[in-house]
């Protein structure tokens, strides 16, 4: 089936589809997927998926050994990407839905760490507390 974006931890790729560059160089590790598809698009090659075919793939694993910078890129990969797609007048209200999500978790894991301290929620709450004062940065810093 076509579809928009496919995860690059598994991906088949036709040369010619591709031209001079795979990956933009602006985004570091997450999000060079996503700009693919969308440039791949934008040229009239389809993204498809097929459900016959299975993979493993570890989700999180390499997250585990990363800086908090370089997981806070994500954040910043994928905003870039937004831009890109919708024009830099649209940020305000990416900026808002993302500030507002991360608030909502932070509060969400706040509590669940109240009600239930040995489940990890602590550690969520931190990470979600992490990405919602980068969220919060890019927010006011319009």
Not at 55 to 61: T, V
Not at 128 to 135: I, N, W
């Amino acid at each position: 089936m076509e579809v928009g974006w496919i995860s690059g931890a598994c991906m088949l790729l036709r040369r010619e589809a591709l031209g001079d560059a795979i990956f933009d160089e602006r985004f570091f590790l997450y999000g060079e997927d996503v700009d693919l598809c969308n440039r791949l698009a934008r040229t009239n090659w389809k993204v498809v998926y097929t459900p016959r075919i299975q993979i493993m793939h570890y989700d999180g694993r390499s997250l585990e050994r990363q800086s908090p910078e370089i997981q806070v890129s994500k954040l910043r990969n994928l905003r870039e990407i937004f831009a890109v797609r919708n024009g830099h007048t649209n940020l305000l209200f990416y900026d808002l839905a993302v500030t507002t999500g991360f608030l909502i978790r932070s509060i969400a894991f706040g509590l669940g760490t109240l009600v239930h301290p040995a489940r990890g929620y602590k550690e969520r709450a931190a990470k979600s507390r992490q990405f919602l004062a980068e969220a919060f940065r890019a927010l006011v810093r319009r």
